[in-house]
């Protein structure tokens, strides 16, 4: 259980189009799913956070014009990147939290990553 | 601000050695920790969490990781490596005073060499 998964898993695209990654929860609702960047042998940074029904909240720094977050339901969160440019280029990852947990904490659950290359 | 220091970008290791990677964190009342791994090209596994209780936490794939609260540390730990385990590693928190976001580290790639 407890399955993520993302659309494209990799995807190559000219400098100036858009591209949209869509992040699902296959057998559990997700009130909030993330979305992470990693660079090259670097870590995750965390980029915005998604709740259903709601705007995302972005973390300081990331330019919500340019990577447009959708949560329409509690299994699906979309990520597009706008006038996509080599700089935006990167691993892209998504995680989901579980609905009920018994901890103060839901655990969250990573989606395998797209890798985005603008050429 | 909760941040979590993994001091080791890189361990190799021979095969059937014990390893060691080290993580470190920010001092807080409260936190959970998290270690994960991630394979090539894919997301990031849950290899095991702290949340309360015993220090000592057991994950999957035989790794092991000791809540230290005087030392602020929660390092893995495994007796045998194999080939299969070389991955990148990266340690999490959660600062439940915080908005629940998840804060990595930087990461420790393990190379485990025959």
């Known amino acids: 259980g407890a399955v993520v998964s993302q659309h494209p898993s990799r995807v190559i695209c000219k400098s100036g189009t858009s591209v949209k990654i869509e992040c699902r929860s296959l057998d559990f609702q997700a009130t909030t799913m993330f979305w992470y960047r990693q660079f090259p042998k670097k870590s995750l940074m965390l980029m915005a956070t998604?709740?259903?029904?709601?705007?995302?909240?972005?973390e300081q720094g990331v330019e919500k014009d340019k990577f447009l977050i959708n949560h329409a339901s509690l299994t699906l969160s979309t990520l597009t990147v706008t006038s996509a440019h080599p700089e935006d280029s990167s691993f892209y990852i998504c995680?989901?939290?579980?609905?009920?947990?018994?901890?103060?904490?839901?655990?969250?659950?990573f989606g395998p990553g797209t890798r985005l290359t603008v050429l | 601000a909760q941040s979590v220091t993994q001091l080791d970008s890189q361990v190799p290791v021979f095969e059937e050695a014990p390893v060691e990677l080290r993580c470190n964190y920010s001092s807080s009342v409260s936190v959970y920790l998290f270690w994960y791994v991630q394979y090539p090209n894919q997301g990031l596994q849950l290899l095991l969490k702290y949340l309360s209780g015993s220090t000592l936490v057991k994950g999957i794939n035989g790794f092991e990781a000791e809540f230290n609260k005087s030392q602020t540390s929660f390092h893995l730990r495994k007796p045998s490596v194999h080939i299969s385990d070389t991955a990148e590693y990266f340690c999490?928190?959660?600062?439940?005073?915080?908005?629940?976001?998840?804060?990595f580290g930087s990461g420790t790639r393990l190379l485990v060499r025959p």
């Open positions: 995680s989901a939290n579980i609905l009920a947990g018994g901890h103060p904490y839901n655990e969250q659950f």
């Open positions: 998604s709740n259903e029904g709601s705007k995302a909240t972005y």
């Open positions: 999490a928190v959660i600062d439940p005073d915080s908005s629940y976001k998840l804060i």
